[in-house]
Protein backbone atom coordinates (compact mmCIF):
# COMPACT_ATOMS: atom_id res chain seq x y z
CA UNK A 1 0.00 0.00 0.00
CA UNK A 2 2.69 2.47 0.90
CA UNK A 3 4.25 1.41 -2.55
CA UNK A 4 1.73 3.50 -4.25
CA UNK A 5 3.10 6.45 -2.32
CA UNK A 6 6.01 5.68 -4.14
CA UNK A 7 4.27 7.45 -6.88
CA UNK A 8 6.10 9.07 -7.51
CA UNK A 9 4.46 11.78 -8.61
CA UNK A 10 4.90 12.16 -6.00
CA UNK A 11 5.62 11.86 -8.14
CA UNK A 12 4.99 12.88 -7.21
CA UNK A 13 5.30 13.62 -7.13
CA UNK A 14 5.13 15.79 -6.95
CA UNK A 15 4.97 15.59 -10.80
CA UNK A 16 3.26 18.70 -10.01
CA UNK A 17 6.33 21.04 -11.29
CA UNK A 18 5.66 20.44 -15.03
CA UNK A 19 2.78 22.90 -15.36
CA UNK A 20 4.14 24.94 -18.24
CA UNK A 21 1.75 27.16 -18.00
CA UNK A 22 3.22 28.71 -14.36
CA UNK A 23 5.96 30.22 -16.78
CA UNK A 24 5.61 34.03 -17.82
CA UNK A 25 8.36 36.68 -18.97
CA UNK A 26 7.09 38.83 -15.89
CA UNK A 27 8.65 36.50 -13.18
CA UNK A 28 9.99 38.75 -10.00
CA UNK A 29 13.03 38.38 -8.94
CA UNK A 30 12.25 38.41 -5.47
CA UNK A 31 9.08 37.96 -3.08
CA UNK A 32 6.03 35.49 -3.33
CA UNK A 33 3.81 35.42 -6.02
CA UNK A 34 1.06 33.36 -5.99
CA UNK A 35 0.07 33.73 -10.14
CA UNK A 36 1.88 31.29 -11.93
CA UNK A 37 2.45 33.81 -14.71
CA UNK A 38 5.30 35.08 -12.40
CA UNK A 39 7.21 31.92 -12.31
CA UNK A 40 10.58 31.70 -13.92
CA UNK A 41 11.40 29.22 -16.66
CA UNK A 42 14.20 27.24 -16.39
CA UNK A 43 15.59 23.89 -14.38
CA UNK A 44 14.34 23.03 -10.83
CA UNK A 45 15.66 20.38 -8.44
CA UNK A 46 13.72 19.20 -5.36
CA UNK A 47 14.16 20.09 -1.82
CA UNK A 48 14.28 16.41 -0.05
CA UNK A 49 13.76 18.14 3.06
CA UNK A 50 10.17 19.26 1.77
CA UNK A 51 9.22 16.69 -0.88
CA UNK A 52 6.94 14.44 0.83
CA UNK A 53 4.56 11.89 -0.24
CA UNK A 54 1.67 11.14 2.15
CA UNK A 55 -0.38 7.95 1.66
CA UNK A 56 -3.92 6.80 3.04
CA UNK A 57 -5.66 3.56 3.29
CA UNK A 58 -8.67 2.24 4.90
CA UNK A 59 -7.76 -0.13 7.85
CA UNK A 60 -10.37 -3.04 7.54
CA UNK A 61 -12.91 -0.42 7.62
CA UNK A 62 -12.40 0.37 10.81
CA UNK A 63 -10.08 3.59 10.61
CA UNK A 64 -7.94 5.70 7.77
CA UNK A 65 -4.12 4.31 8.57
CA UNK A 66 -1.60 7.15 7.28
CA UNK A 67 1.99 6.96 6.55
CA UNK A 68 4.62 8.90 4.29
CA UNK A 69 7.46 7.89 2.02
CA UNK A 70 10.51 10.91 2.90
CA UNK A 71 13.25 9.88 0.80
CA UNK A 72 12.37 11.49 -2.29
CA UNK A 73 14.36 13.02 -5.07
CA UNK A 74 13.31 15.42 -8.36
CA UNK A 75 14.12 17.28 -11.39
CA UNK A 76 11.89 19.83 -13.33
CA UNK A 77 12.07 22.05 -16.30
CA UNK A 78 9.53 24.69 -16.23
CA UNK A 79 9.14 26.39 -20.20
CA UNK A 80 6.52 28.56 -21.68
CA UNK A 81 6.22 25.59 -24.13
CA UNK A 82 4.54 22.58 -22.64
CA UNK A 83 6.60 20.04 -24.64
CA UNK A 84 9.48 21.73 -23.52
CA UNK A 85 8.70 20.74 -19.35
CA UNK A 86 10.01 18.00 -17.51
CA UNK A 87 9.73 16.14 -14.03
CA UNK A 88 10.86 12.81 -13.13
CA UNK A 89 10.52 12.00 -9.17
CA UNK A 90 12.64 9.01 -7.59
CA UNK A 91 11.11 7.82 -4.86
CA UNK A 92 13.27 5.08 -2.27
CA UNK A 93 11.29 2.57 -1.08
CA UNK A 94 12.89 1.54 2.25
CA UNK A 95 12.09 5.62 3.48
CA UNK A 96 8.55 4.67 3.98
CA UNK A 97 7.44 5.08 7.58
CA UNK A 98 4.75 4.99 9.88
CA UNK A 99 5.97 5.62 12.99
CA UNK A 100 5.42 1.88 14.03
CA UNK A 101 8.70 -0.18 13.53
CA UNK A 102 7.54 -3.71 13.49
CA UNK A 103 5.01 -2.23 10.66
CA UNK A 104 7.87 -0.62 8.52
CA UNK A 105 9.73 -3.69 8.59
CA UNK A 106 6.97 -5.50 7.31
CA UNK A 107 5.92 -2.77 4.88
CA UNK A 108 9.41 -3.11 3.18
CA UNK A 109 9.17 -6.76 2.90
CA UNK A 110 7.95 -9.08 0.02
CA UNK A 111 4.43 -8.68 1.14
CA UNK A 112 4.26 -5.12 0.09
CA UNK A 113 7.04 -3.11 -0.94
CA UNK A 114 10.05 -5.53 -1.39
CA UNK A 115 12.33 -2.66 -1.60
CA UNK A 116 15.27 -4.86 -1.17
CA UNK A 117 14.16 -6.29 -4.79
CA UNK A 118 12.45 -3.21 -5.84
CA UNK A 119 14.73 -0.27 -4.30
CA UNK A 120 12.71 2.76 -6.43
CA UNK A 121 9.62 3.79 -7.88
CA UNK A 122 9.70 6.65 -10.12
CA UNK A 123 7.01 9.04 -11.77
CA UNK A 124 7.61 10.72 -15.52
CA UNK A 125 5.57 13.01 -16.24
CA UNK A 126 4.38 12.75 -20.07
CA UNK A 127 1.76 15.28 -20.41
CA UNK A 128 0.33 18.34 -18.54
CA UNK A 129 -3.29 19.47 -18.87
CA UNK A 130 -4.31 22.70 -17.49
CA UNK A 131 -7.95 22.59 -15.34
CA UNK A 132 -7.56 26.20 -14.26
CA UNK A 133 -5.35 29.28 -13.73
CA UNK A 134 -3.39 27.56 -10.89
CA UNK A 135 -4.04 23.98 -11.43
CA UNK A 136 -3.28 21.06 -13.60
CA UNK A 137 -3.97 17.50 -14.19
CA UNK A 138 -0.12 16.18 -15.10
CA UNK A 139 -0.42 12.68 -16.67
CA UNK A 140 2.78 10.16 -15.91
CA UNK A 141 4.17 6.84 -15.84
CA UNK A 142 4.41 5.45 -12.07
CA UNK A 143 6.81 2.36 -11.91
CA UNK A 144 6.40 0.58 -8.64
CA UNK A 145 6.94 -2.96 -7.58
CA UNK A 146 8.59 -3.56 -11.04
CA UNK A 147 5.12 -2.54 -12.87
CA UNK A 148 4.69 0.51 -14.98
CA UNK A 149 1.08 2.32 -14.82
CA UNK A 150 -0.23 5.25 -15.99
CA UNK A 151 -1.27 7.59 -13.41
CA UNK A 152 -2.73 11.03 -12.77
CA UNK A 153 -1.59 13.78 -10.29
CA UNK A 154 -4.05 16.86 -9.75
CA UNK A 155 -1.37 19.34 -9.42
CA UNK A 156 -1.89 22.72 -7.28
CA UNK A 157 0.51 26.00 -8.09
CA UNK A 158 1.34 27.30 -4.32
CA UNK A 159 3.21 30.36 -4.39
CA UNK A 160 6.78 31.22 -5.79
CA UNK A 161 9.53 33.82 -4.12
CA UNK A 162 13.08 33.90 -2.95
CA UNK A 163 12.93 31.88 0.21
CA UNK A 164 13.57 33.78 3.63
CA UNK A 165 15.97 30.61 4.89
CA UNK A 166 18.13 29.66 2.48
CA UNK A 167 17.47 32.76 -0.08
CA UNK A 168 17.13 30.14 -3.18
CA UNK A 169 14.21 31.23 -5.33
CA UNK A 170 11.27 28.68 -4.80
CA UNK A 171 8.43 27.27 -6.56
CA UNK A 172 5.98 25.17 -4.10
CA UNK A 173 3.09 22.61 -5.30
CA UNK A 174 1.10 20.70 -3.66
CA UNK A 175 -0.73 17.14 -5.75
CA UNK A 176 -3.06 14.37 -5.50
CA UNK A 177 -3.98 10.78 -6.34
CA UNK A 178 -5.35 7.95 -6.04
CA UNK A 179 -3.73 4.46 -7.62
CA UNK A 180 -5.00 1.01 -6.87
CA UNK A 181 -1.96 -1.50 -5.51
CA UNK A 182 -2.99 -4.73 -6.54
CA UNK A 183 -2.64 -2.72 -10.39
CA UNK A 184 1.36 -2.82 -9.30
CA UNK A 185 1.00 -6.86 -8.37
CA UNK A 186 0.66 -5.66 -4.52
CA UNK A 187 -2.14 -7.34 -3.30
CA UNK A 188 -1.38 -8.68 0.46
CA UNK A 189 -4.56 -8.35 2.73
CA UNK A 190 -7.02 -6.95 -0.20
CA UNK A 191 -9.88 -6.00 0.25
CA UNK A 192 -9.40 -5.91 3.93
CA UNK A 193 -7.26 -2.97 3.81
CA UNK A 194 -7.75 -0.66 0.91
CA UNK A 195 -6.90 -1.71 -2.73
CA UNK A 196 -7.32 2.19 -2.84
CA UNK A 197 -4.33 4.09 -1.91
CA UNK A 198 -4.52 8.14 -1.52
CA UNK A 199 -1.45 10.01 -1.84
CA UNK A 200 -1.17 13.62 -0.92
CA UNK A 201 2.52 15.26 -2.26
CA UNK A 202 3.80 18.43 -0.85
CA UNK A 203 6.89 19.59 -3.02
CA UNK A 204 9.46 22.95 -3.08
CA UNK A 205 11.36 23.08 -6.15
CA UNK A 206 14.73 25.45 -5.77
CA UNK A 207 16.12 26.64 -8.83
CA UNK A 208 19.10 24.82 -9.89
CA UNK A 209 22.47 26.94 -9.29
Do not use: C
Not at 27 to 43: C, E, I, T
Not at 92 to 98: N, Q
Not at 121 to 137: E, H, I, P, Q, R
Amino acid sequence: MRQTSKIAAYGLAVALLAIPSLVGPAARAQGFSSAPADVKAGAYVLDPSHGKITWSVSHFGFSTYVGQFTGVAGTLKLDPKPEGSALDVTIDTASVGTLNPALDTHLKSPDFLDAAKFPQATFKATSVKLTSAKTADIAGDLTLHGVTKPVVVQATFNQAGVGPADHKYTVGFAGAAVIKRSDFGIKTYVPYVSDEVTLQIEAEFKAAS
